[in-house]
Every structure is written in C-alpha cells, then in structure tokens.
C-alpha cells in the first residue's frame, strides 16, 4: 500500500519503554500497569482504571460485573463491531440491535426506549468514529429504566459530551488500543468507572476471581489465597502497558493530528457531488478514530467501485461497519427483520472509511483526494 489505511505510531520512547518493561522482574501485575491505569484515571478524570487484555474481554466483564445471565436482555446498536454483541453472548445474555442515525451512525435513543422491558438490563452505547451518543437522552432513559449504561470507547479516547469525556458519563466505560485505535498496546483495553463496587468486581474478575495477587502474596510472606468468583484470564501484561503508558503521553497531540487531517479531508471533498463528510454535532467534539464518507447516487461510482478504485491507487480503506443483522451467526440465531433497520442496510451499501493516521502528510491527504 501506498498510503495504508492506517499506521501505527511508534516512537524510540516507546521502543525504550517496551524494552525496559521486559527487564524487569514482574512481567504481568506489575509498576507498569498500575502506572498506566493512574494515568488514564487522571487523563479521563475517573475514579478508577484497570487495564485489561482486549476492549473485547473489558466488555465482557462490564456485563459480568453487571451480572448479566442467560435470559437478560442488553440493547445495542447493529451498526457496530461483533464483540459488542459477542460480550453479551459470552455472559449467556441476549443482544437487543436497534437502528442508528444516520448522520453520526450513533445510537437512535427512541430505538432504545421502544427496546425496553423486564428482561432489560443494560444499554451499551457505541460512540462511533470518535464522536458520542446522545448521552443525554441516553441518560434519562437509562434513569427512568434504571437500567445501566455502558459505554462502549473503543473509538473515542478523547472524546466529550457537554464537557464530559466518554468513559465516564456512564456506569462503565471500556476502550480499545488495537493497533488501528488512538493509542495502541499491540492487543489490550481499559475500562473506566467511578463505582467503587464494579471496581473491586472486575478487578478480581479479570484474574481468574482471586482475592490477592502474587506480588500481594510475597510482601506479605504468605502464600494463602482464595477463588471468589468464577473468573477470567484478562490481564494486561506489562509490556503492553509499559507501551500503552508511554503512547498515552502524547494523547492530545494524536488527537490533535487527526482533527486537522480531517478538517483538511473536509475542505477538500465538501463540494464534491455524490460525497458526504462527517457530520460533527452541537455540544460535543469529534476526535476522528475514523473518517467515515458516504457514498450516494449521485456519485459516479458505487461505494464498492470506489473502494476497488483506490486499492488500484494502492490507497487502503475500509467498511466499518457491515451491520450486525446482515452477519449470518446474528441472522441466523435471532431470524431478525432486515426492514428493522433501515438506516443501517442504507450505510451498508454507502460508508466508506479512508485513511487517517498521525503521521499522515499533507501530500498523502491530497493523493487520496484526488483519486477520489
């Protein structure tokens, strides 16, 4: 690829950092990590952090601490990546898909309230492309329902409502750092919460249910310990947080490279037929994980054409997202109604998601444009 659809920004910092973890005695529960959830509570201003191996698997024990069962019911959005829904289904739970908007493929609130009933017993909420839900309207459902809400921030480290940065409007917030994500950890997440009782759940979840780790164990000459809960294997090593400690340094500047790229990206195609930009709404800001484009009628080629044009140019880009209740394990499980969704069968067929990455140049920006 010429211009790949996205590159990871590694710097000697983060190199140093990485190898310094790797001589250290601890490899796993260790100063890193504690270093990089302190952090990442000061940069979000939550309560409490507690890194884990994958976005996935943080997911996962959001609903686990929720104590999500066979049979609950969680509403989220089709428009969205599997493991949102697949986190529910770890926990023998239900995924509820409603309909998004389709101007900031966000969430439709109304979608969300006609979802609910008894077996109801969490919302999870998808700040897609970096920028958030509605979490107002959002927030009052979920006060009337009593019903919690978790935020799903894979996309949007960065990202504010009214001021109030994603992962902690709700009762959880979990974060991605896949190598395409703001920062990266190679593999690996966090998740946020200013709830004392969630926070002592997962953090003796994400190592299999025990009540005191190793390195507790030798500071206190004992060798005792005790299972509490079923658990799980959900860790974040140290050099991976050692990695992600050393890339969240520099958080803003990442954020502050993507917004000028596409505000450049903005310029360049507002005018152009057939094409629309990101659509950037009022008391909130857009960090753009990704810079989504649609592709109508008017256009001169369809959104796969043009996809397949671009690969020739040896530009890379991507469809995120085919919605959930096109993909055949969801389709075949729940026989839901494609006409449920419209919006979402509509972006199917038009979202177009093009290259944005830090190092990104002036002149990469200007050969994809052109091309398109």
């Not at 973890?21 to 201003?45: C, I």
């Not at 109801?120 to 459902?141: F, P, R, W």
């Not at 596409?262 to 994980?289: C, E, M, Q, T, W």
């Not at 419209?342 to 990104?360: G, V, Y």
Request: proline letters at 4%; a positive charge; charged letters at 25%.
């Amino acid at each position: 690829m010429k211009i790949p659809f996205f590159k990871p920004w590694i710097t000697k910092d983060d190199e140093n950092a990485v190898i310094h973890a790797l001589r250290q005695r601890w490899l796993t529960n260790g100063p890193n990590l504690e270093k990089f959830e302190k952090r990442f509570s000061v940069s979000l201003s939550s309560k409490y952090s507690l890194g884990v191996s994958a976005a996935t698997h943080g997911l996962h024990l959001c609903l686990a601490s929720l104590d999500i069962n066979p049979g609950d019911e969680v509403i989220l959005p089709t428009f969205t990546f599997s493991a949102t829904a697949d986190a529910v289904e770890y926990c023998g739970g239900k995924p509820i898909f409603v309909d998004v908007d389709d101007e900031t493929f966000n969430i439709i609130p109304t979608k969300v309230k006609e979802k609910i009933n008894k077996k109801t017993k969490a919302i999870i909420a998808v700040h897609y492309g970096g920028q958030s839900c509605d979490m107002n309207e959002l927030l009052n459902i979920s006060k009337k329902a009593s019903i919690p809400i978790i935020e799903d921030c894979a996309h949007a480290l960065g990202s504010l409502y009214n001021s109030k940065k994603c992962g902690t409007i709700g009762s959880l917030g979990c974060f991605s750092f896949y190598p395409t994500k703001i920062i990266t950890t190679g593999e690996g997440g966090m998740v946020t919460t200013n709830n004392y009782t969630l926070y002592k759940k997962i953090k003796t979840l994400r190592s299999h249910g025990m009540n005191i780790l190793p390195s507790d164990r030798e500071k206190n000459a004992s060798w005792e310990y005790d299972i509490t809960e079923l658990g799980f294997n959900y860790r974040l090593d140290e050099i991976r947080s050692a990695l992600g400690f050393s890339q969240l340094k520099r958080l803003n500047e990442i954020n502050k490279r993507r917004i000028s790229i596409a505000k450049i990206y903005s310029k360049l195609l507002k005018n152009v037929k057939g094409i629309s930009i990101p659509l950037i709404k009022k008391d909130r800001n857009h960090i753009f994980h990704l810079y989504p484009i649609k592709i109508d009628d008017n256009y001169h080629l369809t959104r796969d054409q043009l996809f397949q044009k671009l690969y020739s140019k040896h530009i890379g880009t991507s469809v995120q997202y085919k919605p959930l209740h096109l993909m055949s394990y969801y389709q075949k499980k729940y026989r839901l109604k494609k006409s449920d969704f419209p919006n979402a069968n509509l972006l199917e067929k038009q979202i177009l998601c093009l290259p944005i990455f830090p190092t990104m140049t002036r002149k990469e920006i200007d050969y994809v444009v052109s091309k398109i």
